[in-house]
């Protein structure tokens, strides 16, 4: 028998319990022994659940009870989480969290407890939910080295843009129906300003090129500036807008990674990736295009991700599974330097000029929007766009980059 | 080191030892040791080509050599694979395979050996090419129970039904089109006629559910009747067709299985697989909908899947990777007792004839096709649908099930 501890009832917390209540039969014959629910620390009460019977308040009933085999912190949050963690660690006991915040921030080091104590510490459900994308990167795609990963890594604002895109909404409009549905929170500022998916493409990044990103490294735009116009230019191109977190590895020491609402074509398989559904394009040298698709949150999604790796760690209780992870810091190209094509969006310039300030442009136009024009230039660096962007006297009512 | 011994230098075969050779830097360190390629058995000879050094043409030599721990079988076909893959078994070598006909011919008993002899027999390449689907059921959802697998298995036929939605072509012209690009072979029966899809998703559904799936039980239509006419009809749908296998789990013991085209729409994420690509659709009962895509075949893709196999094989050389495989047989539905809804195109009745048979219909009409219309039942059995229709005394052109 191997003893859980779940620290935090809320929504993925009581989810897992839900988990491995619900499958417990073929949990334990996947595990090859009895998963038992031994505590759940919450700070609340919750008469009548039957998770009542072993609830607990104090940490430190957990944190010294050798019986306890494996803590599953979903409480979220950097604190009490890190902490909490990093006991569990340091007392031998494996851990798993869906807590994206805290990987990001502190995966070397409680990576490298792990690996000492021959024990793990696994996060499948921080990136993409249900999805098994850290699996994948982990021990599937190993005849691979990985050179692009592409997520569409948030669900609250992959549902907004469908709808900014085939409901002509305004961003305001999009994000208090996401409330009300319950997808976007009180204060959506992490979604809508891409500081969740920053947060899983530094994750994701840091597994496929065995260096760690630190998120704060990485350039983070929203989508609060998009607009139902630009909108309307995509669908004039054949493309949608979507929020995308993105990195690429262009030699043995040269990466780069942003997340940015980006135009993306119909050729792209992100393309018709809708509603609140999150997915993750990988590229292998050998592999080739590769996608990964399902929810990107939820209750049950993120809990069975969550219970899949408490049934990894229950088979590899005292051994450690290799990763590709390492903590060595991933130095990033910094983004005047990166290369790719901008979509803009002017008025009070001609056409003419615009060719003369970038050269062959394709020019897009909407009937609807008479006083201006959009284009996209060739594939150049940033800083190139910019110096060519400066030369225009016209208005630049907006960029948005093009994923190729 | 690990010793390896590559059956057949084809196609799969040749890419096995390039990717091995590109990428053995990082295939090393995940296998933990150096994988040494000891022999490449082939009846021809590759003069110029540096796996000469190690080419022999004997089987015998490599069933002899206990120095050779894994056997990397890519020759396809039964025989004399099956031979050659039992025999390495027997002497204690894992086997990897991309042969889908060989593991759904024989899966069980190969299965068993690698059990007794607590080594493995994987497969990952042999379902969706360079797709990790088979390590996702195996070791990722392991805290879901699946119930529904639907996959675009077979990238010729997609091809050619993605070509025929988009421009109209005749079924002759497409299959012209796929042999003249290499996609499809001079013989193109195992595609066309869904014998290749079939022996995947009779794997796939084996690991999914638990039991094991005959592909001779498994109903089996292909794509040769599907005609341009139909295509006008699924985009007058905002559909499209697709082949696909599908499985479902509907309760303990009661399991149905098909392979056939289907009218998919837009809500679906099958929708957008086009061109040679493969995907496979999982549904769990705790992640809901996932999917996974890629390259179902190609030489690098496949490879890339077969070496992942040998990777796993190396770190688990003497220790049997624990599976939801059983030899336990899979009991399906009769066709007959199986739920869907169906797409018919009639000619020489009304619509209200069509309605007093089947009730309330979804009625579609495509202008250039005046003498007749189409409709989409209700959900109903199959047997069902087959009493209603022959009550029918117009002329029937086609029925294409409908995914739901």
Same mark, same amino acid.
């Given at each position: 028998?191997?003893?859980?501890?779940? =620290?935090?009832?809320?929504?993925? %917390?009581?989810?897992? @319990?839900?988990?491995?209540?619900?499958?417990?039969?073929?949990?334990? !014959?996947?595990? %090859?022994? $009895?998963?038992?629910? !031994?505590? @759940?620390?919450?700070?609340?009460?919750?008469?009548g659940d039957p998770v009542q019977e072993v609830l607990v308040h104090d940490y430190e009933i957990i944190a010294n009870d050798p019986e306890v085999d494996i803590v599953v912190e979903v409480m979220g949050g950097i604190e009490p989480a890190y902490t909490f963690v990093k006991r569990a660690l340091e007392a031998g006991k494996s851990v798993c969290t869906s807590n994206k915040a805290l990987v990001a921030k502190h995966g070397p080091e409680l990576m490298e407890i792990a690996k000492e104590k021959n024990i793990n510490f696994l996060f499948e459900a921080s990136c993409g939910g249900g999805i098994p994308i850290i699996r994948a990167l982990n021990g599937s795609l190993t005849a691979d080295e990985v050179d692009e990963i592409t997520g569409i890594l948030n669900g609250t604002t992959n549902y907004m843009m469908y709808k900014m895109a085939t409901e002509g909404s305004d961003f305001d409009v999009v994000l208090k129906e996401a409330q009300q549905k319950g997808y976007a929170e009180a204060d959506p500022t992490a979604d809508v &300003?891409?500081?969740?998916?920053?947060?899983?493409i530094a994750i994701l990044s840091s597994l496929a090129y065995g260096k760690f990103l630190n998120y704060e490294? +990485?350039?983070? #735009? %929203?989508?609060? !500036?998009?607009?139902? $116009?630009?909108?309307?230019?995509?669908? $004039?191109?054949? *493309?949608?807008? !979507?929020?995308?977190?993105t990195s690429r590895k262009l030699g043995e020491d040269t990466f780069t990674a942003l997340v940015a609402p980006f135009l993306v074509g119909q050729k792209s398989p992100l393309y018709s990736v809708?509603?609140?559904?999150?997915?993750?394009?990988v590229h292998g040298n050998? =592999?080739?295009?590769? *996608?990964?698709?399902?929810?990107? /949150?939820?209750?049950?999604?993120?809990?069975?991700?969550?219970? /899949?790796?408490?049934?990894? &760690?229950?088979?590899? =209780?005292? #051994?450690?599974i290799a990763t590709n992870w390492s903590n060595e810091p *991933?130095?990033?190209?910094?983004?005047?330097?990166? &290369?790719?094509?901008?979509?803009?969006?002017?008025?009070?310039?001609?056409?003419?000029? /615009?060719?003369?300030?970038? %050269?062959?442009?394709?020019? @897009?136009? +909407? /009937?609807?929007?008479?006083?201006?024009?959009?284009?996209?230039t060739e594939c150049m660096k940033q800083k190139e766009y910019k110096e060519k962007i400066s030369k225009l006297n016209g208005e630049v009512i907006a960029m948005i980059r093009v994923k190729d």
């Open positions: 028998m191997v003893n859980i501890a779940v =620290l935090g009832y809320g929504t993925v %917390g009581s989810g897992v @319990v839900e988990v491995i209540n619900t499958n417990h039969e073929s949990i334990n !014959k996947r595990a %090859g022994q $009895e998963i038992n629910i !031994k505590y @759940v620390l919450d700070l609340r009460d919750f008469p &300003e891409g500081y969740d998916a920053c947060r899983k490294d +990485v350039y983070t #735009e %929203g989508i609060t !500036k998009i607009t139902p $116009e630009d909108m309307l230019y995509a669908e $004039e191109l054949g *493309m949608t807008i !979507k929020l995308l977190g809708n509603d609140v559904f999150n997915a993750v394009f050998m =592999l080739g295009d590769a *996608m990964f698709y399902g929810s990107g /949150a939820g209750k049950l999604p993120t809990a069975s991700a969550v219970v /899949a790796d408490v049934v990894d &760690e229950a088979k590899n =209780l005292h #051994e450690n *991933m130095k990033l190209t910094p983004m005047d330097e990166t &290369e790719g094509r901008f979509f803009v969006r002017v008025k009070g310039v001609t056409e003419a000029q /615009a060719e003369a300030a970038f %050269g062959k442009l394709q020019i @897009v136009k +909407v /009937a609807s929007l008479p006083d201006e024009f959009g284009f996209i």
